[in-house]
Every structure is written in C-alpha cells, then in structure tokens.
C-alpha cells in the first residue's frame, strides 16, 4: 500500500474519532434562561470544568484528618491541597438560590462541591465563585472546610455537551384540558 493511501485513511479515521467526541460549550445565563430547567433536569445533565481548579488549607501540625486531598510544604507551612482537573466530569447537586449552583466533581460527601454563577465580565458563563477574592485568591468552602484557590481558578466555568444537553427537555408536553360533556 502506498503511504499516501496509509495517510488518507488515517485522516479519515481520526476525523471520524474526533465527530464522536462531544462538542463542550459554555453554560451560559442565556442557555440556562432559554431551556427553564428545573433542578432535577439540570441533575440529569453532564457538567464539564473549563479550566483546573486548585484547592489549598492550611493543615496544623496535630491535624490528621486529610480526606480528598494530599499535604504539601508550601512557604514552610504544611498545606492540604485537592486539584480538579480540566475536562473532570460533575453534577449538578442543588441550587441554593437563583442563578448559583452547587456542582460535585467528586463522590464520597454531599458537602463535596463547589458554587458556580454567571460572571458579567466573562459574556455570563457559571464560573467558580469565592466567598471573597482578596490579594490574587479566593476563598471557597469545599467539604465543610474552607480553602483558598488561585486567582487564575476564577476563570474556570462550567462546559456541557450541548447535543446531549438538549435531548433532557425535549419531553415536554402541555395538557390542553378537558371539559365536561
């Protein structure tokens, strides 16, 4: 076989491999207001972080209790850290409130998430929220603990797989009533 043949099939194979992947896009405010998804739909869709978020506690030296995460010397202090990964799949886990989500990139605790809401500076994706952001960080509660992130971790957003992401509202119906004869 000649290599150009070689070639060819296998830039129609990875073309092929690469339609089969999921197309992510950003949740946006405007997607979210366009479908008027209740909770339990949004439980059923399949979140996506955009960017790797980094987690850090400072750990006391009589502290044993490290759950999710691995210690590290960071500036001579000892330091729990837990880094979600661009691309880790989560779900949706409650909504405390209008336009902030709760989403889980991991299992073992309910208390395992982190807050999410449109960002106007960011064309309004859900990306992380912090309790505050001060001198390049911010602080998040994860697992019942507080931990400071990155200022870079303000830029992760949520990402969903739209084609998928539109089959969870298309059952949908309106009854028309029914009257007396």
Do not use: H
Request: hydrophobic share 35%.
């Amino acid at each position: 076989m000649k290599a150009s043949s070689i070639l060819g099939i296998l830039s129609l194979l990875l073309i092929g491999l690469s339609s089969c992947s999921p197309k992510l896009t950003p949740f946006t405010q405007r997607l979210y207001e366009e479908n008027r998804w209740t909770n339990e739909e949004l439980k059923r869709i399949q979140f996506y972080l955009s960017e790797d978020i980094v987690l850090r506690r400072e750990v006391s030296g009589g502290s044993s209790e490290i759950i999710s995460g691995e210690i590290k010397m960071v500036d001579g202090q000892k330091v729990e850290e837990i880094v979600i990964r661009k691309g880790t799949p989560g779900v949706f886990v409650f909504s405390p409130k209008s336009e902030r989500f709760a989403v889980s990139f991991e299992g073992g605790s309910d208390e395992r998430y982190l807050m999410f809401g449109p960002n106007p500076k960011n064309g309004n994706r859900y990306a992380l929220l912090a309790s505050n952001w001060r001198r390049r960080r911010g602080q998040v509660t994860y697992d019942g603990r507080k931990y400071y992130t990155p200022g870079e971790s303000a830029y992760a957003s949520l990402l969903v797989d739209l084609k998928r992401v539109r089959k969870v509202s298309v059952k949908s119906r309106t009854a028309k009533g029914r009257t007396v004869r």
